[in-house]
């Protein structure tokens, strides 16, 4: 071989290798590579064959001189033992050089093919892995044709030998190149399926790299919007002490956490969380910022913080709902019972204006304990659009003239557990709300559905909905609040709509409202659908209040235990009166003759009333007992009353209420004495 053709030999070789190195495709690599070994080796054609995934088959590559009728008869063939040349090497990854295909009986079954072509002689080699497949495993095979018998040269030996190496190398490439790429789409899908935004920047600069799908959705950009702008097309805080100071602290190692404010490319914003940690890509070092979009987090913090709130102030009414009952028991019972006594004049007016800001007071105490969510209450099934339809018409009487009042109620509705009180109240409250947010007139709708969440279950929801002028956010989001009101002083206490909340919430449902200046407001009650049926609610009788039974009376406020007292004797019971437990037990064990009703407050210092009621009764069965108090709900069930089951009175309540009470109790119990119904005299004499 002359100087020229080696160094000719030695460039196309090079260019080969060049070409691996530049990812060109495999196909064009393949066959410039048959065609440099038939430069080298004249007369040969060339073929290169890939080993099929199943490890079984062969197919086709290159061969760019192979006749193309003979190049698709063997695309597919099996390799074997006796497989002609190529289909053996494979086999057997050794080189099989076969110098005429007329007399080699590895050729059997391809011979009449190989003579319909021309071909008779072939030498293969086994393309044997390097790297991917470990050694020894088969890529394909690479081989030479000639149209007479040959027997190889070292020459042709070294050259196929050199187009095994390169075709390995060109191969494993491609197959890396190819597992690279469907790592890279994977990592994109991953990536661009995240519910964070992903920017990948220049380390100092900031500049945008790389973004993933989540990015360009929440700032509304494209994907080549964004790569290669600066950060402050999207948060314009990422700027000069800002930016060196993030830089400081990705410097000290570790990422750097904080909360930012976002713009998108329609001038919106949100509040992001950014989480940035530097890393080295191709030796230069580059930013990778997850941010979160905290829209919905920072609403649900502000949910909980005014849930908190509103507990808070819930707790704090209930603390003193206690003193405050007992007050205004003392108030409106001695009110009641002078009211009685006085003249008509001046003095009984003033006694009245005192009895009315008393029934004024203890109205609100009740609001603010339902608000609280610590009122008791006597729930049972309870139909939503029976109870709208029921009290239409008063509401027509409440919105007057100028407010059209519009009912959407939808039938056989399931009923809810509550207390019908309460709701009627809720109802009121609202309709009275939306009155006063209509000052011109409009129309109020109220509706009724049932809802099925795969979070709450079946819901049975009420809506009233108004067309008037509607609430600022600011407004909206304090609506609930206790004593908070958009009225004038005095034409408002407040408290409307924190009762609201307060009594849908004890029922174990939720309140939502909408609204937007101008537009009206839509608030939604959601209760938990229930199966009972509705029952329809007794009507109370007359109730006598008199009678001579023996009552034990146990109450720590001297004041409000004279009141019980008085009202007791003056009514005809036989009083024994105690104020604390122990003083209680005494008087029972020296009372020789039976004791009717026990009637004791429910905390006391010392013994509470359920620890009393246990041990008069141990000795008496047959006593009734009575408990009253002013605490709430959750405190009374804590010290043992059952309500529903225990006879309970709650404060404030007046001489003529626990009359009616007590003979309640009596006579469920059976007990010794009879009811009068006398006229009741006066509780002042």
Not at 128 to 144: D, E, I, K, Q, Y
Request: net charge negative; charged share 25%.
């Amino acid at each position: 071989m002359s100087e020229s053709t080696s160094r000719d030999a030695h460039d196309r070789y090079a260019a080969l290798l060049e070409q691996i190195a530049a990812d060109a495709p495999l196909p064009d690599t393949l066959d410039a590579l048959a065609r440099y070994v038939e430069d080298e080796l004249p007369d040969a054609i060339a073929s290169l064959l890939l080993l099929d995934a199943d490890g079984v088959h062969v197919r086709t590559a290159a061969g760019p001189h192979l006749p193309p009728a003979y190049s698709a008869a063997i695309d597919g063939a099996a390799i074997g033992p006796n497989a002609g040349s190529c289909g053996t090497a494979a086999y057997e990854r050794a080189p099989v050089m076969v110098e005429d295909i007329e007399i080699d009986p590895r050729w059997d079954a391809y011979r009449p093919l190989a003579r319909a072509h021309g071909l008779r002689a072939c030498w293969s080699t086994p393309i044997l892995s390097r790297r991917r497949l470990g050694p020894n495993a088969v890529l394909g095979t690479f081989a030479v044709y000639y149209r007479t018998p040959r027997a190889p040269d070292d020459h042709a030996r070294a050259v196929l030998a050199r187009a095994e190496f390169v075709a390995c190398i060109a191969i494993e490439a491609d197959y890396a190149a190819v597992a690279l790429r469907e790592r890279e789409a994977e990592f994109r899908a991953f990536v661009d399926h995240a519910s964070d935004a992903f920017f990948v920047q220049e380390g100092g600069t900031g500049t945008v790299v790389d973004v993933n799908l989540q990015a360009c959705r929440s700032l509304g950009y494209t994907r080549d919007e964004l790569i290669g702008a600066a950060p402050t097309l999207f948060d314009p805080a990422a700027r000069g002490a800002m930016m060196a100071e993030l830089q400081r602290r990705l410097d000290a190692g570790g990422a750097v956490t904080f909360d930012s404010t976002h713009t998108r490319k329609d001038g919106s914003t949100f509040p992001v969380e950014v989480r940035i940690r530097l890393f080295a890509s191709r030796g230069r070092p580059v930013g990778l910022a997850l941010v979160r979009d905290v829209t919905a987090r920072r609403a649900l913090e502000e949910q909980l913080q005014q849930a908190q709130k509103m507990e808070a102030i819930g707790r704090l009414a209930g603390g003193v709902a206690h003193d405050f009952n007992n007050l205004l028991t003392v108030i409106n019972g001695y009110a009641e019972g002078l009211l009685a006594d006085l003249p008509a004049g001046p003095a009984r007016d003033d006694v009245a204006v005192i009895r009315d800001a008393g029934t004024r007071a203890a109205a609100l105490t009740a609001q603010l304990l339902a608000f609280s969510r610590r009122t008791i209450i006597a729930p049972r099934p309870v139909n939503l659009t029976a109870t709208v339809a029921r009290l239409a018409r008063m509401f027509e009487r409440v919105l007057g003239e100028r407010v059209a009042l519009v009912t959407d109620l939808a039938p056989d509705l399931p009923t809810v557990m509550a207390d019908s009180g309460q709701l009627e109240q809720v109802l009121l409250n609202l309709v009275v709300n939306a009155r006063d947010a209509m000052p011109a007139g409009g129309t109020l709708t109220i509706s009724t559905s049932e809802r099925v969440s795969a979070l709450l279950g079946r819901q049975v929801c009420l809506v009233v909905e108004d067309t008037g002028e509607g609430m600022s956010e600011d407004v909206r989001t304090r609506v609930f609040e206790p004593f908070f009101t958009t009225k004038p002083q005095g034409q408002g206490s407040g408290l409307g709509l924190a009762t609201v909340y307060g009594i849908v919430r004890q029922a174990g449902g939720y309140v939502q409202v909408e609204s937007r200046l101008g537009y009206g407001s839509r608030f939604t009650v959601s209760l938990p659908a229930s199966e009972a049926p509705e029952v329809a609610a007794a009507r109370p009788g007359a109730t006598q209040v008199s009678g001579t039974e023996v009552v034990l009376v146990v109450e720590d406020e001297a004041s409000v235990r004279r009141l019980i007292v008085r009202g007791l004797e003056q009514h005809g019971y036989r009083v024994l009166a105690a104020a604390d437990g122990a003083a209680a037990l005494q008087l029972e064990a020296a009372h020789p003759t039976p004791i009717d009703l026990l009637i004791t407050d429910v905390l006391m210092p010392g013994m509470t009333g359920r620890e009393l009621a246990d041990a008069v009764k141990a000795r008496r069965p047959a006593i009734q007992v009575l408990f009253i108090s002013g605490y709430t709900d959750d405190e009374v069930l804590r010290h043992g009353v059952v309500i529903g089951k225990d006879a309970f009175f709650h404060k404030p309540f007046t001489p003529l209420g626990l009359l009616t009470k007590v003979r309640e109790v009596l006579d469920r119990g059976g007990a010794r004495g009879y009811g009068a119904a006398a006229s009741l005299p006066s509780l002042s004499r």
